[in-house]
C-alpha cells in the first residue's frame, strides 16, 4: 500500500509539474516554468530511481534535489513570482544567469559532502533558504488578499505551512514507523510539492487578473472627461 501510495503522489507530482510548466512558459515566465520542469525531470528520475536504486540516478535525484531546496525555489521561483508582485521582468540573459547560478551553487552543495565541516551546516542551510521562500509566500499571500482573491491567498498561506513543514522535517526529524527509505515522509513531501506546484500557478494567474483589472480601472479614470 505505501508504494502505492508513494506512486500515486510521485505521478501526481510530475503531472503537476509539466501541465504547470507548460502553462508558466506559455505566459512567457520562462523562470516558474524551467523550475517546473525540474521538478517534474526530478520527480520522474525519483520514481525510476525506486524501481532500479541505480547510482546514477541516485546522483542525478541528488542534484536536482540540491538545486530545487537551495536555489530553484528560493531564489529563483521568487524572481518568477515578482513579476506579479513587483512588475519585474528579467532580460534572458538574466534568467539564464539563474539557473547557472544555482546550478553551480548546487554542485558546490554536493562538493561540500567531502568535507565534514561545510557538510555539517548543509541542512541549516538548505533550512534558511526555504524560510527566505516562507517569508516571500507569506507577502505573496498578503497581496492576494487585499486583492481580494481570499480564497488563493488561504492557498499560498497553506503551502508555506506544508512547504515549511516538509523542509523542516526532511533533515531534523523522522517519522514515527517509517521505514528505511523514508517512504512516508516522500507520500507527504511529494503531495505537498504536487499541491504547491498546483496552488501557485493558479495564484500566479489570480493576482496577475487582478493587477490588470486594477490597471483597466485606473486607465478609465484618467482618461474619464473631468
Known sequence: MKAVLF???????ILAAVVYGWKFIKKHNYLCGIEWLVMATSGTNFFVWSLVHSDTLY??????????????????????????????????????????????????????????????????FYLLMWVIFLVYLVYFAMRLFYAGEKGHALGVLLVAATGQAIATTYDYFHIPGDDTEHTLFYIAALSAWAFMLYELYHAYCALERATRSTDLRAVEVARAPA
Do not use: N, Q
Request: no cysteine; hydrophobic share 55%.
Open 7 to 13: 506512486s500515486l503522489a510521485d505521478i501526481l507530482m
Open 59 to 124: 546522483t542525478i535525484a541528488y542534484f536536482f534535489d540540491a538545486f530545487s531546496r537551495a536555489f530553484g525555489f528560493p531564489i529563483v521561483v521568487v524572481a518568477g513570482l515578482m513579476r506579479v508582485t513587483h512588475g519585474y521582468k528579467p532580460s534572458h540573459l538574466a534568467e539564464v544567469f539563474y539557473f547557472v547560478l544555482g546550478s553551480g551553487g548546487a554542485v558546490a552543495l554536493i562538493a561540500a559532502d567531502s568535507y565534514p565541516a561545510p557538510a555539517a551546516y548543509k541542512p541549516a
